[in-house]
C-alpha cells in the first residue's frame, strides 16, 4: 500500500498551491480520503475529507472554509487539494489518509507547505 503526496513547496501569503496524492495496492474507491496537517509543535489536524460513498461527503475544517477545496479521481486513485488565498498559519506538513470502516488506515509521508513573504 502507497500513498504518495506532492505539490507541496514555498507560496507567499495569498497564494495558491495545489497538494496532490496518489494511492495504490488497496480499493481506492472504496476509502475516506482525506489530508491532514501538522504545524510545528502541534498536534496533527484534520484538514478535508471526502467520502466514498456515492454523495462524496465533504467535510472542511473551519479554518480552511472557503479557501481549500477537495476533491477525488477514483479512476486515477488520485485525491486533491486545493489550496487557495494562502495564510502564514497555513504553513505545515501535508499528509493524505486513507480510511474504511474496521480496517486499518493509511498515510502519506507528507509534503511540506510554507506560507511565506
Known amino acids: 500500500v502507497q500513498l504518495v503526496e506532492s505539490g507541496g513547496g514555498l507560496v507567499q501569503p495569498g497564494g495558491s498551491l495545489r497538494l496532490s496524492c496518489t494511492g495504490s495496492?488497496?480499493?481506492?474507491?472504496?476509502?475516506?480520503m482525506s489530508w491532514y496537517r501538522q504545524a510545528p509543535g502541534k498536534e496533527r489536524e484534520l484538514v478535508a475529507r471526502?467520502?466514498?460513498?456515492?454523495?462524496?461527503?465533504?467535510t472542511y475544517a473551519d479554518a480552511v472554509k472557503g479557501r481549500f477545496t477537495i476533491t477525488r479521481d477514483n479512476l486515477a486513485n488520485t485525491v486533491t487539494l486545493q489550496m487557495n488565498n494562502l495564510k502564514p498559519e497555513d504553513t505545515a506538513v501535508y499528509y493524505c489518509h486513507a480510511k474504511r470502516t474496521q480496517l486499518p488506515d493509511y498515510w502519506g509521508r507528507g509534503t511540506q507547505v510554507t506560507v511565506s513573504s
Open positions: 471526502i467520502l466514498a460513498n456515492r454523495y462524496a461527503n465533504i
Open positions: 495496492g488497496f480499493y481506492f474507491n472504496m476509502y475516506a
